[in-house]
């Protein structure tokens, strides 16, 4: 009995081997990323989802698999292509049909980012050749009229200039749309979140020392005059232990406070503080760093991530006109033990794309209509730790 048992099991690993294996050879290689025009991959109204390469699951190649509406593997894709890795996407809405996207995952520096066309379905490899060094691109989170990124090192060095004393390093902040660069003193690196741009301000925000619990004790926001580049710092009356800028118009820039205030800062850089969340329980984090937590729909409006341990996600719509307030979405589709990752609105299609997970394995892509925001599609994924991008085809 115990024999037929493993026999059983035995010939239930080679079919799955074989299915496996004629899978990758059922795959349609492509070689160049900014080469494929993705509006002829695949069958119209289907998915595709991004799985980039990843030296970390022994991956060389971005694994793209067609899905339909159901969650049904179609077709899959290899794109081998060198440039290309683990990818984190960034939308601001005075350019809402161009996604900015820079990479993680590798220990090395790039100089160069990616960007993605919504109309034309396209990537385009944006090289940066105007640095001495090779700087690398940390992220490109950013709002205003310019393009703006952090460095990994210092451009004028070409290193982080580690001080083994202090503990303290310099990165820079670089402006693409007039090439100019500033580097970021010892004691004030930038945390991993949007570079604002407010008139010929650039705005970032940063933890400085940490305590020994891992709280920031001297969190500041920098202000860097874009014209004699003189950085001045302001810790907004001590109103909260951390800073994180999350937006920014022609007119205003938004910093919210680890303790759910914001900050609105004018072109004088003179500031006035609001609660938009007060009328909420209080919240553990009031802004969400490690995941996409913010999503610009409009020029006035943000889909918004908060969580609380014990109430958990709360999402809802953060208006920025006028008197800045939240309202909590009520919708059907959530669910506060699931954790959600805002994508991108894609405004040809009129959706916006969201990635739903439990970290166990559990998880959706939500397709919701940008008009109404109800949900028009809930697709299983698999893997979705290693899902960075999706587009309807």
Known sequence: MKKNVLFIMAFIIILLSLSACNKEKDRIIMTNMEEIDFSKVGKKDNFLLFYPADIRTSQDYTLVKEVSKTGEIIQEYEIRDKAFRRM???????NINELYISFFGE?????WYYTYDI?????????????????????IMHYGPDVLFQNLVSHKTGDQNYDNNTGNFNMSISNFTTKKSYETEYGYAPNWSPILKLDETII???????????IPENAFVALINSNNEKIEYTNLDKQATSFYPIYATEEKAYIVGAEGKLFVLDKNLNYETYEPFKHLSKKDFYYRDNI???????????LYNLYDEKDGVTLGLLTFKNTPSFSVLN???????????????????????????????????????????????????????????????
């Open 119 to 139: 109309a034309d379905r396209k990537f385009k490899k944006v090289d940066l050749d105007y640095f001495k060094y090779d700087v690398g691109v940390d992220h």
């Open 331 to 393: 919708k059907d589709y959530i669910n506060k033990e699931m954790d959600y990752e805002m994508l991108y609105q894609d405004i040809q299609k009129k959706e916006i794309y969201l990635m739903e997970t439990d970290y166990d394995g559990n998880a959706h892509l939500l397709v919701l209509d940008n008009q109404n925001l109800n949900l028009k599609y809930k697709i299983p994924v698999k893997q979705d730790h290693l899902l960075d991008f999706v587009l309807k085809i």
């Open 292 to 302: 996409t937590g913010i999503l610009l729909l409009d020029k006035h409006t943000a």
């Open 107 to 111: 220990a090395v520096i790039q100089n």
């Open 204 to 214: 970032y925000s940063g933890s400085g020392q940490v305590n020994e619990d891992g």
């Open 88 to 94: 984190a996407i960034h939308q601001k809405p005075n």
